[in-house]
Structure formats: structure tokens, C-alpha cells
């Protein structure tokens, strides 16, 4: 079962938020990073949708061929 998960990243010294459906942190974390190399994973995390809608994060793009 797949769930939805944020990682956050720094970029260039400016941090991000994605959210990222995976089936664990491990792989949500490997999906931000092929998708993004350059990219420093700070955190993964649940989705806390409370929080998030706070601050809302983007979605990866999971349409790549």
C-alpha cells in the first residue's frame, strides 16, 4: 500500500517541500533524488495534511518516461 510522504529538500541553499506517494521514506527519498540530483534530503516525513495545508508543498513529477 502506497502512502503519501514530504521530503524536504535544499537546493542552492533554499529549502523545498515534495510530497511523494511510496510505499516507505527509503523510496520516497530515492524518487526525489533521481528526479532532483542535485538536491540535499533534509527530512521525510508522513503527510500531515493539518500542517500541510499550512504550508503546501509541490507534488513530484511521477509522469516521466
Given amino acids: 500500500m502506497q ?3 514530504t521530503v ?3 537546493v542552492s541553499g533554499r529549502g ?3 510530497v511523494v506517494k511510496a510505499e516507505d521514506a527509503l523510496i520516497a527519498a530515492l524518487k526525489v533524488k ?3 540530483p542535485e ?3 533534509t527530512y521525510v516525513r508522513r503527510l500531515n ?3 500541510d495545508q499550512r504550508h ?3 507534488r513530484l513529477h511521477e509522469n516521466r518516461n
Fill in 39 to 41: 538536491a540535499t534530503i
Fill in 8 to 10: 524536504g529538500i535544499t
Fill in 3 to 5: 502512502s503519501q510522504f
Fill in 49 to 51: 495534511r493539518r500542517g
Fill in 56 to 58: 503546501p508543498p509541490h
Fill in 34 to 36: 533521481a528526479e532532483r
Fill in 16 to 18: 523545498d517541500r515534495i
